[in-house]
Nanobody, 124 residues
Framework: QVQLVESGGGLVQAGGSLRLSCAASGGTFSSYGMAWFRQAPGREREAVAT????????YYASSMKGRFTISRDNAKNTAYLQMNSLKPEDTALYYCAASRVGGISPSRHFYAYWGQGTQVTVSS
C-alpha cells in the first residue's frame, strides 16, 4: 500500500515562498508519476504540476508557470513543490498524488494514491 505524507505548508505573506514535500512509502516511488493538486473551499480540486517517473517530463497549470517548480528525488522517495511569488489566490489545501503509470497527466483520475494534504495560506 502506497502512503504519501505532505509537509511544508503554512502561512506566508503575498510574494513569499514555500517548499512542499511529499514523502512516499510502501511502493516503488521511482516508477510512479507524481503530481501536486490543490483545492480551495467551494472549488474543485485542480492540478498544479505533475512530473514523470524520471523527472524528465513536467506539466504546469498555466497560472503556476514561472512561479512553481515540481521536482523529485528518487533516492529519497520524495517529491517537492517549490512555490515562489505566492498570491492570496494560491490559498488552498495542497495534495500530493501518485500514479503507477510513470507519465504525466493533469487529470485527477490518473492518480490512484493521495496524501491527506497540507494547508497553504497566503495573506495579502
Amino acid at each position: 500500500q502506497v502512503q504519501l505524507v505532505e509537509s511544508g505548508g503554512g502561512l506566508v505573506q503575498a510574494g513569499g515562498s514555500l517548499r512542499l514535500s511529499c514523502a512516499a512509502s510502501g511502493g516503488t516511488f521511482s516508477s510512479y508519476g507524481m503530481a501536486w493538486f490543490r483545492q480551495a473551499p467551494g472549488r474543485e480540486r485542480e492540478a498544479v504540476a505533475t512530473i514523470s517517473w524520471s523527472g524528465g517530463n513536467t506539466y504546469y497549470a498555466s497560472s503556476m508557470k514561472g512561479r512553481f517548480t515540481i521536482s523529485r528525488d528518487n533516492a529519497k522517495n520524495t517529491a517537492y513543490l517549490q512555490m515562489n511569488s505566492l498570491k492570496p489566490e494560491d490559498t488552498a489545501l495542497y495534495y500530493c498524488a501518485a500514479s503507477r503509470v510513470g507519465g504525466i497527466s493533469p487529470s485527477r483520475h490518473f492518480y490512484a494514491y493521495w496524501g491527506q494534504g497540507t494547508q497553504v495560506t497566503v495573506s495579502s
